[in-house]
């Protein structure tokens, strides 16, 4: 079987969704970029044929539904902070953790993270901040996830620390990178278009 495929997902309700982005795009135009990616990002993930599991804040499941389809399965995410929400999404079955803010995601790059978690414990997508833009793993990992210095460039070193550590088989790929801040719009001058 392949491994889920594992997206977080905000519903785009302005002043919510995309946070870092409204001092340039205001509150209604973040949330609309929130909203393209994320569409984005779920018809990428559907054409590598891996099931896809869409991990829900903001709304209830019948208003995500109605946005993104029914071809998903949906769950809500817990209440708490990343390491609470990765980790609560996390199974004895190989899986695949996504956000919704890489614009240069394909799907090359989801079927090259499925192919290496056929032969790797791990599977990093890095990005260029500093973080990534996604892990899979061939089984959960608590350890992996827990006291991590999210939304900083010390995301990724510490996780390839706490992989050797462990002696965990690491697949990379190709560093991508992520619209989060003001600063990354110039990148992607469509996307600010979309405000």
Not at 2 to 23: D, E, N, Q, S, W
Not at 126 to 131: F, L, S, T
Not at 166 to 191: E, F, H, I, K
Request: charged content about 20%.
């Amino acid at each position: 079987m392949p491994p889920t495929l594992v997206l977080f997902a905000k519903f785009p309700v302005p002043g919510y969704a995309k946070t870092r982005l409204i001092p340039a795009l205001g509150p209604r135009g973040a949330a609309q970029v929130h909203r393209h990616l994320t569409e984005r990002t779920v018809a990428t993930l559907l054409s590598s044929g891996a099931p896809v599991e869409i991990r829900f804040a903001g709304a209830d499941e019948h208003a995500f539904r109605d946005w993104l389809g029914a071809e998903p399965a949906f769950a809500a995410q817990v209440e708490g902070g990343l390491s609470e929400r990765l980790i609560d999404a996390g199974r004895t079955s190989p899986h695949i953790f996504f956000g919704a803010d890489t614009p240069e995601l394909t799907v090359e790059h989801v079927r090259a993270a499925v192919v290496a978690l056929a032969s790797h414990d791990i599977v990093i997508g890095p990005a260029e901040d500093g973080g990534y833009y996604l892990i899979g793993m061939t089984r959960a990992r608590p350890e992996l996830l827990t006291d991590m210095p999210w939304s900083t460039s010390g995301v990724l070193p510490e996780t390839l620390r706490r992989c050797a550590a462990l002696g965990l088989t690491v697949a990379t790929l190709p560093v991508l990178s992520d619209c989060d801040t003001p600063a990354d719009l110039a990148r992607w001058p469509n996307l600010a278009a979309l405000a």
